[in-house]
């Protein structure tokens, strides 16, 4: 079952914050973000692991609320350059290496 | 830098026609994934293969099957391209284990008509 996006869709003034949010209804091992600009292949951004670890991007941000099941992306003073489609991949307890996405949040940054 | 690599951006095929999606990957992982993207649906994993000759059905396999004879390469095959595998398809691949993160292919948009 897919994670749940939210928002779908979200514009912003160049210099506004935004908050994605991912939420599944089972047991997660990780939630990956990543990032797909029009035309494009999607790139990651970050994973978040049980426990607390993080790796990935050093300019935006994310939570995982492990007894929740949910993850959020923060996107702090958003730049022209964050517009894109964000994806979240959802890692379960029992499924290494397979991911399930969500279905995006679709993000433009306008000036 | 990784490289995944896919043999077509486009392609249209006609009903019924058997269909053969390539990709290569030049960075030895053992992982790879054949993803396919539609509007509102996000990405769907149809298959994926942990290392040369196994493979896992993912969440959508009906009407697909998938080929890894070597390690870099990992195909997708339409055996009777219908209407509604028109999509956009996306290849992927990553380290094995847990919570490594996947490198996508440009993807390779499928017309059958």
């Known amino acids: 079952q897919q994670p749940v996006q939210s928002p779908q869709a979200v514009i912003l003034r160049e210099g506004e914050d935004a908050v994605i949010n991912c939420s599944s209804s089972k047991a997660l091992y990780s939630v990956h973000w990543y990032r797909q600009k029009h035309g494009e292949a999607p790139v990651f951004l970050m994973i978040?692991?049980?426990?607390?670890e993080q790796k990935g991007h050093d300019k935006i941000s994310a939570s995982f609320n492990e007894k929740k099941q949910q993850s959020s992306l923060y996107l702090t003073a958003s730049q022209l350059s964050y517009s894109g489609t964000y994806f979240c991949g959802t890692e379960m307890t029992g499924t290494a290496s397979k991911l399930t996405f969500g279905t995006g949040t679709r993000l433009q940054v306008t000036l | 830098d990784v490289k995944v690599t896919q043999s077509s951006r486009y392609l249209v095929k006609r009903t019924g026609e058997k269909v053969f999606l390539e990709c290569v990957q030049d960075?030895?992982?053992?992982?790879m994934f054949w993803y396919r993207q539609d509007p509102g649906l996000g990405l769907r994993l149809i298959y994926f293969s942990y290392d040369v000759k196994m493979k896992e059905k993912g969440d959508i396999p009906e009407g697909y099957s998938v080929s890894r004879e070597k390690k870099e390469r990992f195909s997708l095959i339409l055996e009777s391209a219908s209407t509604n595998q028109t999509s956009m398809y996306l290849c992927a691949s990553s380290f094995p284990g847990r919570s490594y993160e996947q490198y996508f292919g440009p993807g390779t948009r499928l017309t059958v008509t």
């Open positions: 960075m030895d992982h053992e992982n």
């Open positions: 978040l692991l049980k426990g607390g």
